[in-house]
Every structure is written in structure tokens, then in C-alpha cells.
């Protein structure tokens, strides 16, 4: 696999020239500036490749190329967003960037309610903590249908949390769900997020997964006509917050998207930690049933911490060789596909990967990384990773670089 990294542009605090020390083949970014529903014309995508090539890296991946919440709904400007969407395609296909990831989560992007909780080896890790999530959803939020979604034991306990919550707490714990993640599509005020949430009214998750295949029907031919390939990323949680429909959550929503538009280009980034958070993911399964459509990878890990609600747990990211998900078999996989595309004759039989989050270790430590993106927790994580691909590639009777 391709060892990529990402990189949230000329704002990063990590350089690109840095991490050729890291061993990173490819890079792995997006015009964050540019909204969802703009069009990205040809002169941003180049700006962007001059920077990425000054450092001799290319554009391996875009991460993302957001939709619009127009398209998720259907609402108003709908058909604007797709065609600017289209233009975006067009235009990053005459730059030569091939692969592109994007989503279908309502309102919020991944969400997690603490950026840096204190690990027991000493570093920090992202956080995802039920009560405190139930804290923003009723009392900071004050959503009134919220009072349904959660167990009676987490009602009492975000209740009394909230009472005992500083006013900064408040505020952080605010921020982290709603505009506190890098490469999140938007970032949102509480009013925001309200006003939001109406436009949902009625949307079932099957009117949400039709509404992710008419807009998949429109673009993803355009995608195979450019020779582009298309990746949605799970949802992350896998599971429904704020009372919203989730669609992209496992390996059977993946197959009836993929089957609904059935085109090379209609692909799937396979996340092993955001399908890893539910307790019944299977990775090495997953790359056997769909492996030809993968076409991009992160790899990263998740310990899951069981609370009152099965269907809802908590979790923190953990290192990428310690969590829940089998990462070796997943690799070893993936491994086997790519050999299988490439006597395949298949001229993308190499598939992108990056080492996704990491821990905050040693210098990483002290709130000056960019939370979930810390250089030497993906360092390790890259390094873990690269020896099951070493030994991966060995046993296949491949010859080692």
C-alpha cells in the first residue's frame, strides 16, 4: 500500500519536507477554505500541487471534497451543489488527482467530546464519552426529543454533569463537537446546528441512503468517465446522534450502496476505526467482500469502553496495534487484494493508506498539535503499520524494498 499522510495545508503545523524523515510516499489533503458546494476550479487545485510538489510529493488523495447539507436533504440549491460538484471533478481530473473521499453524515462531521484525555502511559488520546455527549445534546443544545435517545442512568448523570460543568467546560465541550475538529466539513454554532436539525424532520435512514444514491446516480458516472474513483467514509460514530439517521455505519450498508450504483468508480474508504467502534466489525471480512471497491484506506484503532447503552459505547483512540479491531488481518488483507488486483492487470491495484489519528506522545504533548493529527503518534503508528506490510509483502514472496 501507498504510506500517505495527511495534511490540512500551508496552515499545518507539521511541514511537508519533514516527512520524507518520516518515510511518507503520498500526500493526502483538501481545500478546507473552499465551502461545501463551491465549485474547486482548476487554478486552486494547481496552487495547491505547487506547494505539494515543491517538497517533491504529489496529490495522491483529496480528503475531503465535502456534501453539501442541500444534497444530504435535498433541500434548496440541491441542484446548484451537484453541478458545482461535478465541475470539482472535472477539475481535479484535469490536474490528475484520481482518488477522492467524502462523506454522507448529517450536520456534524466525526465527533468526539474530548480531544486530549490523559492515557495511562501519560500521552493523550480522543475521547468519545456518552454522557458527556448527552450533556451538549439536552442541556446545551436543549433538543427536546433527546430526552428519548438515552437510557435513564445517562440522563441522571448528564444532568448532574452539567450542574457541576464550569462555564469553560461548558464551552470546551461545546466547541469540541461542533468546530473543534480539523478537517471537519463546517463548523457550526449551537443556533447553527437547531436550525440544522429541522431540516431533517421526516428523513428516515432509508430516505437518507436514497437520497445518498440519487446523488451517487449523478455523480459517480461522471467520476468513471474522468477515470476518477469516488470512496464515501463511514460514519464515525456508527451509530445515530442527535436523533439523525446514519447510513454508511457497516459492511451491509456499504453493499447496498455499492450494489445501487454498481460502477468501479462508486467506491468505499474503509476506516477500521470508525467501523471498528461497533463490537461486530469485522475487518479482514470486510476487505474480502469488498475489496475491488476499496479504494483508499485509514487505519487506525478504537477501544471500545462499555457503558449503559450496548448499541452507544464509549470509546478512545487507541494506539493502532492495541484497540478492538484485528489491524494485522486487516493489513494482511489488504495485502491480498492488491496482489490479486495487480495479476489482475488492474492499473490502480495499489491502494492508498494513511495511519489515521494517533496518540499525543512526548513533544506532541502540551495542546500544540492538531488535535487527532500529532506527528509522533502517527510516526509509531505509520512505523506498526509499515512492519505488518514488511511482513506482509515477505510472506507473499515479494522481494523487500
Not at 245 to 270: E, H, K
Not at 298 to 313: E, F, Q, V, W
Not at 373 to 401: H, S
Request: hydrophobic fraction near 40%.
Amino acid at each position: 500500500m501507498k504510506q500517505c499522510w495527511r495534511w490540512f495545508g500551508p496552515e499545518d503545523p507539521i511541514g511537508l519536507s519533514d516527512l520524507h524523515q518520516v518515510g511518507v510516499e503520498g500526500i493526502v489533503t483538501a481545500l478546507h477554505n473552499i465551502p461545501p458546494g463551491e465549485t474547486w476550479d482548476r487554478e486552486a487545485i494547481s496552487e495547491r500541487q505547487s506547494v505539494l510538489h515543491a517538497d517533491g510529493y504529489a496529490w495522491d488523495v483529496v480528503e475531503s471534497l465535502p456534501v453539501s447539507e442541500a444534497i444530504k436533504t435535498q433541500t434548496k440549491r440541491m441542484a446548484d451543489h451537484i453541478a458545482a460538484y461535478k465541475a470539482s471533478l472535472y477539475a481535479l481530473a484535469a490536474q490528475d488527482v484520481k482518488v477522492v473521499c467524502y462523506n454522507f453524515m448529517p450536520i456534524l462531521d466525526w465527533t468526539r467530546t474530548s480531544l486530549r484525555a490523559k492515557q495511562a502511559h501519560g500521552g493523550a488520546a480522543m475521547l468519545f464519552d456518552l454522557v458527556d455527549f448527552a450533556v451538549f445534546d439536552l442541556h446545551i443544545l436543549e433538543r427536546a426529543a433527546g430526552v428519548d435517545d438515552y437510557p435513564v442512568d445517562v440522563l441522571d448523570a448528564a444532568q448532574e454533569r452539567f450542574y457541576e460543568m464550569s462555564d469553560s467546560a461548558k464551552k470546551t465541550l461545546q466547541n469540541n463537537i461542533t468546530a473543534g475538529l480539523p478537517g471537519a466539513n463546517d463548523s457550526w454554532s449551537v443556533e447553527d446546528v437547531r436550525s440544522l436539525l429541522e431540516t431533517y424532520t421526516g428523513i428516515t435512514p432509508k430516505r437518507l441512503r436514497t437520497n445518498l444514491i440519487d446523488f451517487l446516480s449523478e455523480v459517480a458516472p461522471v467520476a468513471q468517465s474522468l477515470g476518477l474513483r469516488l470512496c464515501c467514509h463511514p460514519d464515525d460514530p456508527p451509530f445515530s446522534l442527535l436523533g439523525l439517521p446514519r447510513v454508511m455505519s457497516n459492511s451491509d450498508d456499504y453493499a447496498a450502496v455499492l450494489a445501487a450504483v454498481n460502477l468501479p468508480a462508486n467506491g468505499a474508504t474503509l476506516c477500521t476505526g470508525s467501523l471498528g467502534v461497533a463490537e461486530n466489525f469485522d475487518g479482514p471480512a470486510f476487505v474480502r467482500r469488498h475489496g475491488p471497491r476499496i479504494h483508499f484506506a485509514h487505519l487506525r484503532n478504537t477501544t471500545r469502553i462499555m457503558g449503559s447503552d450496548p448499541n452507544k459505547p464509549n470509546f478512545f483512540e487507541a494506539a493502532h496495534l492495541d484497540g478492538d479491531t484485528d489491524m494485522v488481518g486487516t493489513v494482511l488483507a489488504l495485502l491480498a487484494e492488491q496482489k490479486r488486483r495487480k495479476a489482475d492487470g488492474r492499473i490502480d491495484w495499489e491502494i492508498p493508506m494513511r495511519p489515521d489519528h494517533g496518540q499525543e506522545l512526548l513533544n506532541d504533548l502540551g495542546g500544540h498539535s492538531t488535535p487527532g493529527y500529532p506527528l509522533i503518534g502517527r510516526m509509531r503508528g505509520l512505523a506498526e503499520l509499515r512492519g505488518i506490510m514488511a511482513a506482509g509483502t515477505y510472506n507473499q514472496g515479494a522481494n523487500l524494498k
